[in-house]
């Protein structure tokens, strides 16, 4: 309907015009219904006629007839009694003139070149009808060509005249033939057809007129009445809710998105637009990111002939060099260009929901989806999309997952590129080796699948390159310049390799030190924060959490007081909205700090206390933050200087790449002219942190051998369970590709590759995971493994090797007496098994606990083997003879603050009840969030545990919020916290349909503490998610309707 639009537009302002200069008429007895409201000559509206007819509505907006003539169904009627009288008048002729304009009188000629000017209005304007324009019809400031066609006519205007053109096109390719009665009864059919009136009721009975028969009143219905259904039905046509504008940008769009994906498939050295994507792209960067140009390193990396010819790339930058920017293209050239999926892998939650937090825009704006898989959240296998491609965005544990959901649904080639994020982590403990397992599978299964790797520390690259089949690339450059010192009593020295014992003088400190300050800050630190704050960021790290929180308190009392002025005001507003989030309580500690412009980070607050804190950060009303090693390895903070309280982590000295991850942070691009960095080190220190900063950085080796159940026995199982590698010799052949076949010259003499395979495989085959013959000394390589029920449950559910067993007794046992009074018994069967050895129950809270618990709650641990006298011996300080399994007791212990806290929702209360920390209870509630899911999929594999699968679904969805029901919705978006989900449902934004259809200008201006570009971020993100649910519920109708191919007797 785009072509018709502006002849229509140009024929309605000729009536217009000639209606403007009839003199006004008065209605007829026969006037439609539709001709209510009328100007007088003075230009004011006349009073509104009593209709003679009552059977319709004014529907169509003040417009009477198609044309805007006078009475268009009245003339009708009158010309077609005429009509009627003269029985042998020309039928063709009659035909003509009910499908032109009555009045103007327009014969065949004068349609024919209405309908060519209709089908050339989009490129110009006839000189006639130009000479009408005014200037302001030529030219519209807000719109694009075309965008007023829809805002002018209603749409019953617009199908009706699209439905002419159609009709006179094919008249006008009929035969000499039309001179028949059949005609006249075909137009009619049309006409009132439920096939042009899209909404309108079937009208019953036949109105189909026998060939040969007279036009008789008595047996014809009237083409008035037909031509009132057809408007009628056409006005409950809904109008298009995208405008013209926005499917003129997308066809641009889409365009732009043909031609690159068919540079990109060229061997052209044309990048395009913007890389091989749409110029919009480029818009959407400088837009969201503030980015008008790339850094020369990442031109140079995004046009290497390795990435052209689809090879395989690691590459390694300083941190904040602009790794992720880079990889951020690629991805978009997969989605966008070769529609492909992609997955991101990314080391922690907190990342990976930052990460879906930023993406949902480019997503809404260009077309893809973005899918978080991460804590409870992720479908397996993903949902089969078929219009649009996905983007999926994972930690390690969830990524694996995904690949063997894929593998096992032979939908691996559909992911045309895994992206990984801190590639060094594949030699830290078990997440290094399911992130191992992971790419080794991705490898073998796929020869279709990119992989791009990155990392700031990476070393041995040799090895990875060659376990990834890769090409590297590596530079050394920072967006702000970085220089590394080291402090000694108060004297400040530059790290320089080139100095004889790698550091050179370069000041003394000259802050003046009391006898009591000195006492209170023998480390200077002071000296060193009041050099940069308030006017620029600091960050110190700190080696455990509550070194972190006595060096803000520390400061913060020797700090000059005056230091307290700037930005008062929002320094209160942050306070008050981290006593609304811990509802009514806030930490001391920071609420003695915060109006100094100072806060500690750490695992011991809640996520929504980190949250506000970064947001804080981030927006200058904090000026030094006092952080743990995790805040390196997560958010990127910036800051003018960064402080190393200690050389260490915990109790183990630093390591190079965490020293290198901590002072990455100092330098903020943009802001800064240079960053630095200040390790404090004692006397006797001086030689390790020598070596420290001159070493290289560490090898990273692999951590299937080390991690056992985790390593290289869960890699062995899910490779017989995906029939990726069934017998011995395929599974050796397999193993050579892994990080651990490409260093397996490491490994000690006494025992090879095979030999810890075949080890491997016999321990599975006794704990009842797999099914095969391997006896004797000669193993038979042919011989086919095959995996138990159980081994496809616990390789499904992502369960450790080690606790497998445990965990099928417990459920077992469940069965014989599941207690569903409450949901404690079920808590107790989702409390994941690593956390149960660092609890450290306080026996009074225990028993206090237990006597407040109903009789039916209490015989659950007596179900699990807890009974009511130990605990109470316990708390007495009795001597206890009958031992109990401590891991069951810790458990059970755990159970009971889960289950207080699903009660209160209230992370401050129950973290006081059970004299934890915040971030500890926290950390439990997330944790069981995740092993639930993992629970749940475990017992979808195992028919016996069927009555599980209902409970624990909604066990899941209840831990991975812990809110009340009314905020789900909108904490299912990503970024939004349970604080914010208050704000917004108090807002009235109660759904997620609300979310997406907010102005963010009003949320800014609604929300407290809410800034644009997070406004944007919400409602970007809002759409995303409604936009994926959307797509899924359609890809179910799709499945539901699409005929099978195998129907019993069909041809």
């Not at 995906?722 to 193993?735: D, G, H, N, P, Q």
């Not at 149960?836 to 179900?863: G, H, T």
């Amino acid at each position: 309907m785009a072509e018709p639009g502006p002849a229509v537009r140009r024929r309605s302002r000729s009536a217009s015009a000639r209606k403007r200069s009839r003199a006004p008429t008065q209605p007829c007895a026969a006037a439609s219904p539709l001709a209510r409201k009328r100007l007088s000559p003075g230009g004011e509206e006349a009073p509104a006629e009593s209709p003679c007819n009552n059977d319709s509505e004014d529907m169509f907006g003040g417009h009477d007839s198609f044309y805007e003539d006078d009475s268009l169904l009245a003339q009708i009627d009158d010309m077609e009694q005429a009509n009627l009288q003269d029985k042998h008048m020309d039928i063709k002729a009659a035909g003509e003139f009910t499908l032109g304009n009555p009045q103007s009188g327009i014969d065949r000629r004068k349609q024919s070149d209405f309908s060519a000017s209709e089908n050339a209005a989009v490129h110009k304007v006839e000189k006639a009808d130009s000479s009408q324009m005014t200037e302001n019809d030529l030219v519209d400031s807000n719109e694009e060509p075309g965008d007023f066609i829809l805002d002018d006519l209603p749409s019953s205007q617009l199908l009706y005249l699209d439905k002419m053109d159609e009709l006179s096109s094919a008249s006008r390719k009929s035969a000499v033939t039309a001179r028949s009665n059949n005609c006249v009864n075909s137009c009619l059919g049309k006409i009132s057809s439920p096939s042009f009136c899209h909404d309108a009721e079937p009208r019953e009975g036949n109105t189909e007129v026998p060939t040969g028969s007279k036009c008789d009143s008595s047996k014809i219905e009237s083409l008035k009445d037909h031509l009132k259904s057809a408007m009628t039905g056409n006005a409950k046509a809904q109008t298009p809710l995208v405008s013209k504008t926005k499917q003129l940008k997308d066809a641009v769009l889409s365009e732009e998105i043909c031609v690159a994906r068919k540079a990109i498939e060229s061997s052209s050295d044309d990048i395009g637009p913007f890389y091989g994507l749409p110029s919009k792209v480029k818009d959407l960067l400088k837009q969201f990111r503030g980015i008008e140009a790339l850094y020369e390193w990442q031109h140079d990396c995004l046009t290497l002939k390795s990435l052209q010819q689809r090879k395989n790339l690691i590459y390694s930058l300083p941190t904040s060099g602009g790794k992720t920017l880079v990889a951020e293209v690629l991805i978009l050239q997969e989605l966008l260009c070769r529609q492909k999926d992609v997955l991101m892998i990314l080391p922690y939650v907190a990342i990976v929901q930052e990460k879906v937090w930023g993406l949902s825009s480019f997503g809404v704006e260009l077309g893809f989806l973005v899918e978080e898989y991460a804590g409870s959240k992720g479908r397996f296998p993903p949902i089969k999309r078929r219009m649009k491609s996905s983007l999926y965005i994972a930690t390690i544990e969830k990524g694996h997952a995904l690949v063997n959901s894929l593998i096992e649904a032979g939908r691996i080639d559909h992911l045309g590129l895994v992206v990984v994020d801190e590639l060094h982590m594949l030699g830290e403990g078990s997440r290094g080796a399911t992130l191992e397992m992971t790419l080794a599978k991705i490898l073998y299964t796929s020869k279709n699948t990119q992989i791009i790797g990155m990392s700031a520390t990476l070393n041995n690259v040799g090895d990875l390159q060659k376990f990834l089949q890769a090409d590297y690339y590596t530079n050394n450059f920072r967006p702000v310049e970085l220089k590394e010192y080291i402090k000694i009593r108060d004297t400040i020295y530059e790290v320089d390799s080139k100095a004889e014992n790698g550091f050179s003088f370069s000041r003394v400190l000259s802050f003046k030190y009391s006898s009591d300050l000195e006492k209170a800050d023998p480390d200077h630190v002071i000296a060193l924060v009041t050099e940069v704050i308030p006017k620029y960021s600091c960050l110190i790290f700190c080696p455990t959490k509550q070194n972190c929180e006595n060096v803000a308190s520390m400061v913060c009392k020797y700090l000059n007081k005056e230091l307290s002025a700037p930005k008062e005001k929002e320094k209160q507003e942050l306070i008050k909205n981290l006593r609304t989030i811990g509802n009514g309580s806030i930490c001391p500690v920071l609420k003695h700090t915060i109006p100094f412009g100072i806060a500690y980070h750490h695992s011991g607050l809640t996520n929504d206390e980190r949250k506000i804190i970064e947001e804080a950060y981030s927006a200058g009303v904090l000026c030094l933050l006092a952080c743990t090693a995790t805040l390196a390895a997560g958010v990127n903070l910036p800051a003018r200087r960064v402080i190393l309280r200690a050389p260490y982590v915990a109790r183990e000295f630093l390591k190079k790449n965490q020293y290198k991850q901590m002072i990455g942070r100092a330098g903020r691009a943009g802001i800064d002219n240079a960053g630095e960095s200040i390790l404090i080190v004692q006397e006797k220190e001086k030689q390790l942190v020598r070596d420290l900063v001159n070493s290289p950085l560490e090898n990273c080796y692999s951590s299937l051998l080390p991690e056992l159940t985790k390593g290289v026995q869960s890699l062995l199982l899910s490779l017989v369970g995906l029939k990726i590698a069934v017998t011995l010799e395929e599974i050796y052949s397999f193993m050579c590709h892994t990080l651990l076949g490409v260093q397996q010259h490491l490994l000690p003499k006494e025992k090879s590759l095979l030999d810890i395979i075949k080890e491997g495989v016999e321990n599975l085959i006794e704990n009842g995971l797999l099914k095969g013959k391997m006896s004797g000394k000669d193993h038979n390589s042919q011989s086919i493994l095959t995996i138990t029920q159980l081994g496809k449950a616990t390789y499904k559910g992502s369960i450790d090797l080690a606790y497998c067993s445990a965990l099928y007794r417990e459920l077992k046992k469940g069965l014989e007496g599941l207690v569903l009074e409450s949901n404690l018994h079920l808590l107790y069967l989702t409390i994941p098994y690593d956390m149960i050895y660092s609890c450290n129950p306080d026996w009074m809270i225990y028993l206090r606990q237990f006597n407040q618990l109903s009789a039916a709650e209490q015989k659950v641990a007596d179900i699990v083997g807890v009974p009511e006298s130990f605990i109470t011996k316990k708390a007495s300080g009795q001597a206890i003879r009958k031992n109990v399994d401590s891991a069951i007791v810790n458990r059970l212990y755990l159970s009971f603050v889960l289950y207080t806290l699903l009660r209160e929702t209230n992370v401050w209360s129950v973290s006081e009840k059970f004299n934890m920390s915040r971030g500890y209870v926290q950390s439990l509630l997330t944790s069981a969030a995740s092993f639930a899911s993992c629970v749940l999929r475990f017992c979808e594999e195992l028919e016996e545990f069927w009555v599980y699968k209902a409970l624990l679904t909604e066990l899941t969805k209840q831990l991975t919020y812990c809110v009340k029901t009314e905020l789900i919705p909108l904490m299912e978006v990503a970024g939004v916290l349970e604080a914010r989900a208050k704000q917004l449902y108090s807002a009235g934004y109660k759904t997620l349909a609300h979310l997406a259809n907010a102005n963010p200008e009003t949320l800014v201006k609604m929300i407290e503490h809410l800034s644009r570009r997070q406004a944007r971020q919400i409602v970007s993100s809002a759409k995303m998610l409604l936009s994926e649910k959307a797509e899924a519920l359609q890809e179910e109708v799709d499945e539901l309707l699409r005929m099978p191919t195998d129907i019993p007797g069909a041809c």
